[in-house]
């Protein structure tokens, strides 16, 4: 495409495209949470859908997760080295290091046609399934490296000419501790995809296909104007920030944000090297979705989901360091745990120069819980996943809120009383923290007491942070509370977890998450 | 019944229909929003009439909920659950907020209470409860100063005797009593409970409010009164007075069941219904029958009542224009309400859709609601001045600009209830009303490719003529959760005989009626998923063809089913309905002196000699020509250019592409 198609777009014209591809994207997703079989997708919403354009540029993501900002481009370029396609394939990866996340997050992309040899663009569902296999249920274990996480899948291609390849699939599924759900689910992403390219190539054909291509790079311009708009009104200056993830006496996120004019630099330098104890590990990816998160919040409403908003965006992230993890490193709590580190990390370097719109730590975990096993009475394996809320850091404008997922993840909860009619475990106590909050002007917001009860045994894997590290608190305002895992054996006795905990559990015993709250913002009001 | 008036109360109008003799009859005036019913009853003042029967649709329930002003509500749940309702989904609602808001509760913590008992999944009984502690909880709502005591225990759903408890605990005291297992039996204890507590924290307004209105109509003598439910049906006094969270979408139901009623008379039973108003814009489709949603989700909470499936986005005629930093047209989400409202009204300064409208001359010359109304159109073309930077300069390609942009809005509103349900809107008549309804109409039809547009003949009292129209229902779902399979067929259809005879106690007919007719059907879904669709079982009560049925609409609405895998029955559904009057909304035909004015009106950059037709003049047959513009009281229909209008024998225009013949 020329220049002129692009700067000839009409701001009616931008705003037309937006929404029209958003509602693809959208479209995707409502099909794809209403068709999956797993809690996971179609409770708690844990996916992502988005357009691309042919050079594997996002211009359309819908709403769902942060944590897939950065990563689903990475995802789409691994998979053009596949090319060349042909219409009707699919092709899907969960490999961490080409394009993933974690394990559990089966990426498809599928390129769409309009006639000519060259696709006109991909459109591209991502999910996180309940078990992909690996040491323990659920596929988030206690790991030391990636191969113990689970099935790896490099990017292939899953449907070719519309026929599923099904000795492919047969390996995927094969692969997972509840065989029925991943077909389930993998079936409900490929018709999501399908419906996803059906519905590109009713807007190539109302726009034009040319046309089209236009759009898509005038749209990724716009967004950038609007992130380097923000940009150049946050004062100038280099911004040092350092928090800690909990191992052994603690590993370090050093940051430094630089603003200079209508640029970000996000500096890792100094960051600690990747773990060879846990999961920690964020592949660049998720170090680059958490940070364009960030971005996304401070450019506020009139930010198009498109990836020409991180135009204005650079990076200086450490080999082998927490925040861009190599083979063979376990990453799964990378992905969820390290990826909430990076966001207070950047939150508390730009309070420097936004004192006025950043708000003190949120809980910053997400409690992470996988509950797997046999379950004698349904007479089947399974695997049960799920993260809990925790309490929001108070602001310069308000108190922090309760109970609410905070940054990067904002996946429901899986009803309480739809747990036993698929499991065999029951949620006897869910309640506000009370006094978790941190202290201040703004208190922060209460963590969550989700307490569990087993009717069987199985295996739980407990990935939670900020046990030991208070979230903190801002411009005088206190820490937040310490989240607690405490396990109460059927006889009563107590055994306090770490954050990071794989645990045998038999009937009768318990199981509480104590989730932290929120740091408070500013000093409290003398009486 | 020969004389029945329907009434739909508005934020700025209350709009009265009287069915008298086979006609009807408009009338509107100011509402009157610190006690509705004042207006009501002097409307029936004005139009001196004793109706055997008044039909209100009522926005007192939803009104309480955003404003906060229901009753002082107490909760009680079961031990370690008591709040279910602030956790909520744990979500928040903007991703990219960084202080996302606390919503103020319904229920203060301090008059929520835990009940020491425990029920098993299967609704055996784990911990008892002591009757005292029973007792002694609504003693001390009743202390706290509650009007409405709402509870909601875990799995009440599949046993609901210890939330009965609390019936006989509080016999004689003056509390508004709702309990989980009578509202809404229902599994997923955080729906159960926020419609529970709904129902609650509105029911002492409500019925305070039925009660006042019953008054006044019975000093005048007229006949009963009944509220419009959310399912589009109505209900007596007496259910509406239990059941007030069933009302919560009553207005927008009555429009959709007056539109589609049109339409039928018409036609068409495909339809998707466009109400644009000032602030908001409510659409539905109508594939052969009123669109059903199992709950509505009102201010973040949802209700689990039959709901006609509209779908409403805050973006109308008063939604504000401007150009974002990257250089978009951003039309809404800020809207100027109808205080100033657009600057065209004479006090705003920001340039809104229907600005937009004025400046491209479709609106303006003469004014709204017959001339009681003046449109300022200097303010209009003043405000435009702040978006011609990004157009060149020209006010008409600004004007222009902001039309598409919105016409784009709601295309994506109509996308959610068409595409994203599995419809093509191509296949469907879109049915345009509201004030800005018919002046939008043609774009939107064109950007969906919908080749016709239907205008009832009062596009701004469809809501009323709902009312008047409307069947008594009541309705009932309980979930069961069996398999879909021969062994538990027996209990399936015991569930739906007790729910069957439950709604049908609820509808007493008047003496020598027909009794109500009962229909059933199960919310079904393939086993491991977590959503249902509800699937109608044939009037003899037996299943077959039901796993087929169930079959076929998952393919319809999400592109996939799989004949093998095992189905489950989440809940079973009765409901009992006793027609209403098909009142005829043809309206008398009048030759009119044809007096067309023609005036200049913009279109896509250029500018047409447009005539202004009064609609009141046209009678069956009559053909226009676009572009036209047709004006009438409360509305104003614009005949785009290549587009052809024709007034059928019901008075309604039907507006198609020309060149496309009528099918």
Same mark, same amino acid.
Request: glycine fraction near 12%; include cysteine; charge should be negative.
């Given at each position: 495409?020329?220049?002129?198609?692009?700067?000839?777009l009409?701001?009616?014209?931008?705003?037309?495209?937006?929404?029209?591809?958003?509602?693809?994207?959208?479209e995707?997703?409502?099909?794809?949470?209403?068709?999956?079989?797993?809690?996971?997708?179609?409770?708690?919403?844990?996916?992502?859908?988005?357009?691309?354009?042919?050079?594997?540029?996002?211009?359309?993501?819908?709403?769902?997760?942060?944590?897939?900002?950065?990563?689903?481009?990475?995802?789409?370029?691994?998979?053009?080295?596949?090319?060349?396609f #042909?219409?009707?394939?699919?092709?899907?990866?969960?490999?961490?290091?080409?394009?993933?996340?974690?394990?559990?997050?089966?990426?498809?992309?599928?390129?769409?046609?309009?006639?000519?040899?060259?696709?006109?663009?991909?459109?591209? $569902?991502?999910?996180?399934?309940?078990?992909?296999?690996g040491?323990?249920?659920?596929?988030?274990?206690?790991?030391?490296?990636?191969?113990?996480?689970?099935?790896?899948?490099?990017?292939?291609?899953?449907?070719?000419?519309?026929?599923?390849?099904?000795?492919?699939?047969?390996?995927?599924?094969?692969?997972s501790?509840?065989?029925?759900?991943?077909?389930?689910?993998?079936?409900?992403?490929?018709?999501?995809?399908?419906?996803?390219?059906?519905?590109?190539?009713?807007?190539?054909?109302?726009?034009?296909?040319?046309?089209?291509?236009?759009?898509?790079?005038?749209?990724?311009?716009?967004?950038?104007?609007?992130?380097?708009?923000?940009?150049?009104?946050?004062?100038?200056?280099?911004?040092?920030?350092?928090?800690?993830?909990?191992?052994?006496?603690?590993?370090?996120?050093?940051?430094?944000?630089?603003?200079?004019?209508?640029?970000?630099?996000?500096?890792?330098?100094?960051?600690?090297?990747?773990?060879e104890?846990?999961?920690?590990?964020?592949?660049?990816?998720?170090?680059?979705?958490?940070?364009?998160?960030?971005?996304?919040?401070?450019?506020?409403?009139?930010?198009?989901?498109?990836?020409?908003?991180?135009?204005?965006?650079?990076?200086?992230?450490?080999?082998?360091?927490?925040?861009?993890?190599?083979?063979?490193?376990?990453?799964?709590?990378?992905?969820?745990?390290?990826?909430?580190?990076?966001?207070?990390?950047?939150?508390?370097?730009?309070?420097?120069a936004?004192?006025?719109?950043?708000?003190? &730590?949120?809980?910053?975990?997400?409690?992470?819980?996988?509950?797997?096993?046999?379950?004698?009475?349904?007479?089947?394996?399974?695997?049960?996943?799920?993260?809990?809320?925790?309490?929001?850091? !108070?602001?310069?404008?308000?108190?922090?809120?309760?109970?609410?997922?905070?940054?990067?993840t904002?996946?429901?909860?899986?009803?309480?009383?739809?747990?036993?009619?698929a499991?065999?475990?029951?949620?006897?106590r869910?309640?506000?923290?009370?006094?978790?909050?941190?202290?201040?002007?703004?208190?922060?917001?209460?963590?969550?007491?989700? /307490?569990?009860?087993?009717?069987?045994?199985?295996?739980?894997?407990?990935?939670? #942070?900020?046990?030991?590290?208070?979230?903190?608190?801002?411009?005088?305002?206190?820490?937040? %509370?310490? !989240?607690?895992?405490?396990?109460?054996?059927?006889?009563? $006795?107590?055994?306090?977890?770490?954050?990071?905990?794989?645990i045998?559990?038999?009937?009768?015993?318990?199981?509480?998450?104590?989730?932290?709250?929120?740091?408070?913002?500013?000093?409290p #009001? /003398?009486? | 019944?020969?004389?029945?008036?329907?009434?739909?109360?508005?934020?700025?109008?209350?709009?009265?229909?009287?069915?008298?003799?086979?006609?009807?009859?408009?009338?509107?005036?100011?509402?009157?929003?610190d006690?509705?019913?004042?207006?009501?009853?002097?409307g029936?003042?004005?139009?001196?009439?004793?109706p055997?029967?008044?039909?209100?649709?009522?926005?007192?329930?939803?009104?309480?909920?955003?404003?906060?002003?229901g009753?002082?509500?107490?909760?009680v749940?079961?031990?370690?659950?008591?709040?279910?309702?602030?956790?909520?989904?744990?979500?928040?609602?903007?991703?990219?907020?960084?202080q996302?808001?606390?919503?103020?509760?319904?229920?203060?913590?301090d008059?929520?209470? /835990?009940?020491?008992?425990?029920?098993?999944?299967?609704?055996?009984?784990?911990?008892?409860?002591?009757?005292?502690?029973?007792?002694?909880?609504?003693?001390r709502?009743?202390?706290?100063?509650?009007?409405?005591?709402?509870?909601?225990?875990?799995?009440?759903?599949?046993n609901?005797?210890?939330?009965?408890?609390?019936?006989?605990?509080?016999?004689?005291?003056?509390?508004?009593?709702?309990?989980?297992?009578?509202?809404?039996?229902?599994?997923?204890?955080? #729906?159960?409970?926020?419609?529970?507590v709904?129902?609650?924290?509105?029911?002492?307004?409500?019925?305070?409010?039925?009660?006042?209105?019953?008054?006044?109509?019975?000093?005048?003598?007229?006949?009963?009164?009944?509220?419009?439910?959310?399912?589009?049906?109505?209900?007596?006094?007496?259910?509406?007075?239990r059941?007030?969270?069933?009302?919560?979408?009553?207005?927008?139901?009555?429009?959709?069941?007056?539109?589609?009623?049109?339409?039928?008379?018409a036609?068409?039973?495909?339809?998707?219904?466009?109400?644009?108003g000032? $602030?908001?814009?409510?659409?539905?489709?109508?594939?052969?029958?009123?669109?059903?949603?199992p709950?509505?989700?009102?201010?973040?909470?949802?209700?689990?009542?039959p709901?006609?499936?509209?779908?409403?986005?805050?973006?109308?005629?008063?939604?504000?224009?401007?150009?974002?930093?990257?250089?978009?047209?951003?039309?809404?989400?800020?809207?100027?309400?109808?205080?100033?409202?657009?600057?065209?009204?004479?006090?705003?300064?920001?340039?809104?859709?229907?600005?937009?409208?004025?400046?491209?001359?479709?609106?303006?010359?003469?004014?709204?609601?017959?001339?009681?109304?003046?449109?300022?159109?200097?303010?209009a073309?003043?405000?435009v001045?702040?978006?011609?930077? %990004?157009?060149?300069?020209?006010?008409?390609?600004?004007?222009?600009?902001?039309?598409?942009?919105?016409?784009?809005?709601?295309?994506? &509103?109509?996308?959610?209830?068409?595409v994203?349900?599995?419809?093509?809107?191509?296949?469907?008549?879109?049915?345009?009303?509201?004030?800005?309804?018919?002046?939008?109409?043609?774009?939107?039809?064109?950007?969906?490719?919908?080749?016709?547009?239907?205008?009832?003949?009062?596009?701004?009292?469809?809501?009323?003529?709902?009312?008047?129209?409307?069947?008594?229902?009541?309705?009932?779902?309980?979930?069961?959760?069996?398999?879909?399979v021969?062994?538990?067929?027996?209990?399936?259809?015991?569930?739906?005989?007790?729910?069957?005879?439950?709604?049908?106690?609820?509808?007493? &007919?008047?003496?020598?009626?027909?009794?109500?007719?009962?229909?059933?059907?199960?919310?079904?879904?393939?086993?491991?998923?977590?959503?249902?669709?509800?699937?109608?079982?044939?009037?003899?009560?037996?299943?077959?063809?039901?796993?087929?049925?169930?079959?076929?609409?998952?393919?319809?609405?999400?592109?996939?089913?799989?004949?093998?895998?095992?189905?489950?029955?989440?809940?079973?559904?009765?409901?009992?309905?006793?027609?209403?009057?098909?009142?005829?909304?043809?309206?008398?035909?009048?030759?009119?002196?044809?007096?067309?004015?023609?005036?200049?009106?913009?279109?896509?950059?250029?500018?047409?000699?447009?005539?202004f037709?009064?609609?009141?003049?046209?009678?069956?047959?009559?053909?226009?020509?676009?572009?036209?513009?047709?004006?009438?009281?409360?509305?104003?229909?614009?005949?785009?250019?290549?587009?052809?209008?024709?007034?059928?024998?019901?008075?309604?225009l039907?507006?198609?592409?020309?060149?496309?013949?009528?099918?």
């Open positions: 495409m020329t220049d002129a198609a692009r700067t000839t009409s701001a009616a014209d931008l705003a037309i495209t937006d929404a029209a591809l958003s509602s693809v994207a959208e995707m997703g409502e099909a794809l949470g209403r068709t999956a079989f797993s809690p996971n997708i179609t409770e708690r919403r844990d996916y992502s859908c988005a357009v691309f354009d042919a050079g594997g540029r996002m211009v359309a993501q819908a709403a769902h997760l942060p944590v897939h900002l950065g990563s689903m481009p990475t995802a789409v370029r691994a998979v053009m080295r596949l090319g060349p #042909e219409p009707g394939d699919v092709c899907a990866l969960n490999d961490p290091f080409l394009g993933g996340t974690h394990l559990p997050d089966i990426t498809t992309v599928a390129p769409v046609f309009t006639g000519g040899p060259e696709p006109l663009g991909f459109v591209v $569902t991502r999910a996180h399934h309940a078990d992909i296999g040491m323990a249920p659920g596929s988030m274990p206690v790991a030391r490296e990636l191969l113990q996480e689970g099935l790896v899948i490099p990017p292939i291609t899953l449907v070719r000419g519309g026929k599923v390849e099904e000795a492919a699939m047969a390996l995927i599924v094969r692969n501790r509840a065989p029925e759900e991943r077909r389930g689910d993998m079936r409900a992403q490929l018709a999501a995809t399908r419906l996803g390219g059906r519905r590109l190539e009713a807007l190539a054909r109302r726009f034009g296909a040319d046309a089209l291509r236009g759009r898509f790079a005038a749209l990724l311009d716009h967004g950038e104007r609007v992130v380097r708009a923000m940009l150049d009104d946050v004062p100038d200056g280099r911004y040092r920030f350092e928090d800690r993830l909990e191992v052994g006496d603690g590993i370090t996120i050093r940051l430094a944000v630089e603003i200079a004019g209508d640029e970000i630099h996000f500096d890792f330098t100094g960051t600690d090297p990747e773990t104890e846990t999961s920690l590990n964020a592949v660049a990816a998720v170090t680059h979705s958490a940070c364009y998160y960030i971005v996304r919040c401070l450019a506020g409403q009139d930010t198009p989901n498109n990836e020409g908003c991180y135009r204005p965006v650079r990076f200086t992230l450490p080999e082998r360091s927490l925040v861009a993890a190599g083979p063979p490193r376990a990453v799964s709590a990378g992905n969820v745990e390290t990826s909430q580190r990076i966001t207070d990390v950047a939150l508390g370097a730009l309070a420097q936004l004192p006025d719109r950043i708000p003190a &730590a949120s809980s910053g975990t997400m409690n992470n819980i996988t509950i797997g096993g046999y379950d004698r009475a349904r007479e089947r394996p399974y695997a049960y996943y799920e993260t809990i809320a925790g309490g929001a850091g !108070g602001g310069p404008q308000r108190a922090g809120r309760s109970a609410v997922h905070t940054h990067m904002n996946t429901m909860n899986t009803p309480i009383e739809a747990l036993p009619l499991y065999p475990f029951t949620v006897e869910y309640e506000i923290r009370a006094g978790s909050g941190g202290g201040g002007l703004h208190p922060g917001g209460d963590g969550v007491v989700r /307490e569990y009860l087993f009717r069987d045994a199985a295996t739980v894997t407990l990935i939670t #942070e900020r046990r030991r590290f208070a979230p903190w608190g801002l411009q005088g305002g206190a820490p937040g %509370a310490v !989240g607690r895992n405490t396990l109460v054996r059927a006889d009563g $006795t107590v055994e306090r977890l770490g954050a990071r905990a794989q045998e559990v038999r009937a009768g015993d318990r199981l509480r998450v104590e989730t932290p709250g929120g740091g408070g913002w500013g000093r #009001e /003398e009486e | 019944m020969s004389v029945v008036l329907g009434v739909d109360v508005g934020g700025t109008f209350t709009d009265f229909l009287l069915w008298r003799d086979g006609r009807f009859e408009v009338h509107k005036r100011p509402s009157t929003p006690d509705p019913s004042r207006a009501v009853l002097e029936i003042d004005a139009l001196g009439v004793t055997e029967l008044v039909v209100h649709g009522s926005t007192v329930a939803t009104n309480a909920v955003i404003e906060r002003r009753a002082r509500t107490a909760l749940t079961t031990e370690g659950m008591r709040d279910l309702l602030a956790i909520g989904r744990q979500t928040r609602p903007d991703m990219y907020d960084l996302p808001r606390t919503p103020e509760p319904l229920v203060p913590r008059l929520t209470f /835990e009940l020491h008992a425990t029920l098993r999944p299967d609704g055996s009984v784990e911990v008892a409860p002591d009757h005292s502690e029973v007792r002694m909880l609504v003693q709502a009743e202390e706290a100063g509650a009007e409405a005591l709402a509870v909601s225990l875990l799995y009440s759903y599949a609901p005797t210890f939330e009965e408890l609390f019936e006989q605990a509080a016999s004689g005291s003056e509390l508004f009593l709702s309990l989980s297992c009578r509202v809404s039996p229902e599994y997923r204890e955080v #729906e159960r409970t926020a419609t529970t709904l129902n609650a924290y509105v029911g002492p307004v409500m019925s305070r409010y039925v009660r006042r209105l019953s008054v006044g109509l019975r000093e005048r003598g007229t006949g009963p009164l009944r509220i419009v439910q959310s399912d589009g049906g109505s209900a007596d006094v007496a259910r509406v007075a059941l007030p969270v069933a009302t919560l979408l009553s207005g927008p139901a009555a429009g959709v069941a007056g539109a589609f009623a049109v339409a039928r008379r036609g068409y039973e495909r339809i998707v219904t466009f109400d644009m000032g $602030t908001s814009t409510d659409v539905a489709l109508c594939d052969g029958a009123l669109p059903m949603r709950d509505v989700i009102v201010d973040g909470f949802p209700a689990r009542m709901t006609v499936d509209v779908h409403t986005v805050g973006a109308g005629g008063g939604s504000i224009a401007r150009v974002d930093v990257g250089g978009a047209l951003r039309v809404g989400p800020r809207s100027a309400g109808a205080d100033p409202g657009p600057a065209c009204y004479g006090s705003g300064n920001d340039f809104t859709v229907t600005d937009a409208q004025v400046v491209l001359g479709r609106l303006g010359a003469g004014g709204l609601l017959g001339g009681a109304m003046r449109l300022d159109e200097q303010r073309h003043a405000a001045s702040g978006l011609e930077h %990004a157009f060149g300069g020209d006010p008409h390609a600004a004007a222009q600009a902001v039309v598409d942009v919105a016409t784009a809005n709601m295309e994506r &509103a109509l996308r959610v209830v068409s994203q349900r599995g419809y093509d809107p191509r296949e469907f008549t879109l049915v345009a009303f509201g004030g800005a309804g018919p002046l939008h109409a043609c774009a939107l039809a064109e950007t969906l490719e919908m080749a016709r547009v239907l205008v009832p003949p009062m596009p701004g009292v469809l809501a009323a003529l709902g009312a008047v129209r409307s069947d008594r229902t009541a309705t009932r779902a309980r979930s069961v959760l069996l398999p879909f021969d062994a538990s067929a027996a209990a399936i259809r015991d569930a739906l005989t007790v729910a069957g005879a439950e709604v049908r106690t609820q509808l007493d &007919a008047p003496d020598g009626a027909a009794p109500p007719e009962v229909s059933w059907a199960l919310d079904l879904r393939y086993v491991g998923q977590a959503y249902e669709l509800t699937v109608e079982i044939g009037r003899d009560g037996a299943f077959g063809g039901v796993r087929e049925a169930f079959d076929v609409l998952h393919e319809a609405r999400f592109a996939h089913h799989d004949a093998a895998a095992a189905v489950e029955v989440v809940s079973v559904r009765a409901t009992a309905r006793i027609a209403g009057i098909d009142a005829d909304p043809t309206p008398r035909f009048e030759r009119g002196d044809a007096a067309v004015e023609t005036a200049a009106v913009w279109f896509a950059g250029e500018r047409r000699e447009t005539r037709i009064d609609r009141a003049g046209l009678v069956p047959g009559d053909r226009i020509e676009g572009p036209a513009i047709l004006t009438q009281l409360d509305s104003t229909t614009l005949v785009a250019p290549g587009w052809r209008a024709e007034v059928d024998a019901a008075g309604n039907i507006l198609q592409r020309s060149g496309m013949e009528q099918s």
